[in-house]
């Protein structure tokens, strides 16, 4: 029941009118991209913090997770569409979301800054950026994915995570 | 003998009659019970629905996320909480494409279930079992669905228990309602027999009453019809009850009636029947008579029986009975006309002298016809003048001087025939009450020839006068009397009241009084007819009477007679000793006069002194004795 093929067929079935190319990419990226387009939906931000008609998922372009994460932009969540921002250029406030890998180490004084600023869910794969203070981390467990939840942190910046979702995380701070 | 009661109703119709209406109101009852099962039936049903569908709809909703995330593990622990309901058979998380991410228990049989059957609504019954699918949406999508099945056990056990407790009701109820249903029925049964029973039973004797008698001969009638048998109807009536129910008042009156009907009860056989008509009158029915002797014996034993003496508070009272009767089919062939004849022939009895019977013929008909008829002419008597007064001489028997008369009253009716025999006619008299106002009119004419005729005697007349045992019974006779002697104007001891033996001792008592009353008015009194009743020699001894009348009976054969002229001497003895006068009547001849001379005997009248004579005649007959030397 719970075999992997069976798993990757439910995965692309949420993706697969967004992104048809996905299917091509390597499955776990993908997987941490429904993962991350399932993460906001369980996520609640503070009505000032929704300005614009979009949700900003802030992404350094290039990784393996950026490209997985194209297959969700233009998709919704909240009644707003997700779209993909180079982490590079964004200033503080501007994301929504903040996903960094385990490429962005060099920059983590500008994650720190962004990710730390407002209302921001910020998402890594990577455990040593993840004790940058990042909200949600996930890691490969086999081949389920398993996420952690600070769900302090959260509180303080503002966003409510969805108790359906904290049951599902591993651990929750 | 004496079963006064109609036959009741069969019981075993009012038992099936009680059954049929508790199996009636049973079927309701049952019915009843039957439609509330099936409402709490489909009560149950709604509630198990809806608490399904809560608890599906709570599940669903928290294992959405678990969906979204595809995370089986999560997925089945939420769906494992419903273990903590013991309805629930099983559960099974589907996603979008059908397929199941868990399910509780692992191995559930039914699990895929058959998504075909929920196309239009979200639950499925069965007889085992409640099928819900849930939808499970996140926002606002459905992407997937919680099945769960529940079982109907528990609904057919708490069902089973509702149809138990409800049925142990009902049965409860049934019971109740019978009980109380047929303790109403035997209170109404009871007081119904009650009302029969005093419908039917004379209270003071418990003999069956005028009602019941009624039934009983119109019975006996049907049945003798049917059969071609003999009814004798018995009509008995106690002749001098009256006087014991003045005398010692009503309580002494019913003490009697009850023993008088308790010796009719005893001399009949078992199958006769007796019943009390009123009053002083009883009836008796005696069923299949092969000859009219056997009836006839019958009457005998009554009359005999109930002739001796009954005790009451101290004193012997005796009654006696005069009876009529009339048979079935001979005197009459309905109950009407059969106590009719009965009653004509008691009448009969009656006349005849009473403590008698007499069986009815249709000559007595046309007899009581004619005391009818003489009753009616009677009333009339006095006003036109038809009663006259007739006077017979009393005579000295020593020195043959003339004493003074006896009164004897005469009535002449041309519808009648002319001249009526007193004997005929002072009985109806005093039956009717009619000899009251003609008895004091006696009194009054007598006195008034009498005074006339006194004037200017030396030795005055006097005048003897019958009086009636009716007349004695007029409330304050005594003062009306010594009334009417003062209204005459002359001294009370010319009058003297002649009384009959037997209407003195009859109820001696009662009347003692209104003797001595009368003698206080200086009335002087006679025992007439004496030696034919039964005396009292206490009481002839107490009674302030004045005079003995030796009965003609015992003048007639004299001296020729033995017995007579034994009883004739010992009569004049017994009322010189009491210091009586004793007074002869119907001498005829010398010898007559003679032996009764000889006797001691005081005064005499008949026919070898003088016949009975109207007044103008007696002035004569006074004129002519004064031309004797």
Redesign the interface.
């Known amino acids: 029941m719970r075999s992997p093929s069976r798993l990757l067929a439910a995965v692309r079935a949420l993706l697969v009118l967004a992104t048809p190319q996905a299917f091509a990419q390597a499955p776990e990226h993908d997987l941490k991209a429904a993962f991350i387009y399932n993460f906001i939906q369980f996520t609640q931000w503070p009505d000032a913090a929704m300005k614009g008609g979009t949700i900003n998922l802030c992404s350094s372009p290039g990784t393996m997770l950026n490209m997985a994460l194209q297959g969700i932009a233009g998709k919704t969540a909240h009644g707003r569409t997700i779209a993909i921002v180079p982490l590079a250029g964004a200033a503080p406030g501007d994301c929504h979301v903040v996903v960094v890998t385990e490429d962005d180490r060099g920059r983590a004084a500008m994650v720190r800054k962004i990710a730390g600023t407002g209302a921001v869910l910020s998402i890594t794969d990577d455990p040593e950026i993840l004790r940058e203070g990042l909200l949600i981390g996930m890691a490969l467990d086999g081949k389920r994915i398993v996420f952690t939840i600070d769900n302090s942190r959260a509180v303080t910046a503002g966003l409510v995570l969805s108790s359906r979702l904290l049951r599902l995380a591993r651990s929750v701070q | 003998m004496n079963s006064p009661e109609p036959r009741s109703d069969s019981p075993r119709i009012s038992y099936r009659l009680a059954i049929a209406s508790t199996l009636s109101a049973g079927a309701a009852l049952l019915l009843a019970v039957v439609l509330l099962i099936i409402v709490e039936f489909f009560t149950l049903r709604s509630t198990l629905l809806d608490e399904t569908r809560v608890k599906a709809a709570v599940i669903a909703d928290?294992v959405?996320?678990?969906l979204?995330?595809?995370?089986?593990?999560?997925t089945g622990e939420?769906i494992r909480t419903l273990r903590a309901s013991s309805i629930v058979e099983g559960a099974a998380a589907i996603?979008?494409?059908g397929?199941?991410?868990?399910s509780y228990p692992q191995d559930f049989a039914i699990v895929p279930p058959d998504m075909q059957r929920f196309r239009q609504e979200d639950h499925q019954f069965s007889l085992q079992r409640l099928e819900m699918l849930a939808p499970v949406k996140?926002?606002g999508e459905r992407i997937g669905s919680l099945y769960v099945a529940v079982s109907m056990s528990a609904l057919h056990r708490q069902l089973a228990v509702f149809a138990l407790v409800s049925l142990s009701i009902a049965v409860l109820a049934m019971l109740v309602a019978y009980t109380l249903l047929s303790r109403v029925r035997h209170s109404v049964r009871q007081a119904e027999q009650k009302l029969t029973h005093l419908a039917h039973v004379d209270a003071v004797t418990g003999l069956a009453n005028r009602n019941a008698f009624n039934e009983r001969l119109e019975f006996a009638i049907r049945e003798a019809g049917q059969f071609q048998e003999t009814v004798a109807m018995l009509l008995l009536d106690l002749d001098n009850f009256k006087q014991v129910n003045d005398t010692l008042g009503h309580q002494a009156g019913d003490e009697l009636l009850r023993v008088i009907g308790q010796r009719i009860v005893r001399t009949l056989r078992r199958e006769d029947f007796v019943a009390r008509l009123g009053g002083d009158e009883f009836a008796v029915i005696l069923r299949n008579v092969s000859a009219r002797s056997e009836a006839m014996q019958v009457c005998t034993k009554l009359v005999d029986t109930i002739a001796l003496p009954v005790p009451i508070e101290g004193h012997d009272f005796f009654v006696t009975a005069s009876i009529g009767v009339a048979f079935f089919p001979d005197d009459g062939e309905d109950s009407k006309t059969l106590t009719r004849n009965a009653d004509t022939a008691m009448y009969q009895a009656k006349i005849a002298g009473k403590n008698a019977f007499e069986l009815f013929l249709p000559a007595m008909n046309a007899s009581v016809k004619k005391r009818v008829s003489m009753e009616t002419c009677l009333r009339g008597a006095l006003q036109n003048g038809e009663l006259s007064l007739h006077y017979q001489p009393k005579i000295d028997l020593m020195s043959g001087a003339l004493l003074g008369f006896e009164a004897l009253l005469r009535w002449k009716n041309e519808q009648m025939g002319g001249m009526v025999s007193p004997a005929d006619f002072i009985p109806v008299a005093e039956d009717s009450g009619l000899i009251v106002p003609i008895g004091e009119w006696v009194i009054q004419q007598s006195l008034a020839d009498l005074r006339r005729w006194n004037e200017g005697r030396r030795k005055k007349l006097h005048i003897a006068v019958n009086l009636s045992a009716r007349q004695l019974k007029v409330d304050g006779i005594a003062r009306r009397i010594a009334q009417l002697v003062a209204e005459s104007a002359v001294p009370a001891e010319w009058l003297e009241l002649e009384l009959t033996e037997s209407m003195v001792m009859e109820n001696v008592h009662a009347q003692i009084e209104t003797f001595q009353e009368l003698r206080k008015f200086g009335v002087r009194l006679a025992i007439d007819d004496f030696g034919t009743g039964y005396s009292s020699m206490s009481y002839l001894k107490r009674l302030p009477i004045d005079t003995l009348k030796i009965d003609r009976s015992f003048v007639n054969e004299l001296p020729k007679n033995n017995n007579d002229l034994a009883i004739a001497t010992a009569i004049v003895a017994l009322g010189h000793s009491l210091g009586l006068t004793v007074v002869a009547e119907g001498i005829e001849t010398e010898a007559q006069a003679d032996a009764l001379l000889n006797l001691g005997c005081d005064i005499g009248q008949g026919y070898l002194y003088a016949k009975p004579m109207p007044a103008d005649r007696i002035t004569q007959y006074l004129s002519v004795l004064k031309l004797r030397p």
């Open positions: 928290n959405s996320a678990a979204v995330f595809q995370d089986a593990q999560a939420i996603d979008g494409d397929v199941t991410l868990a996140h926002n």
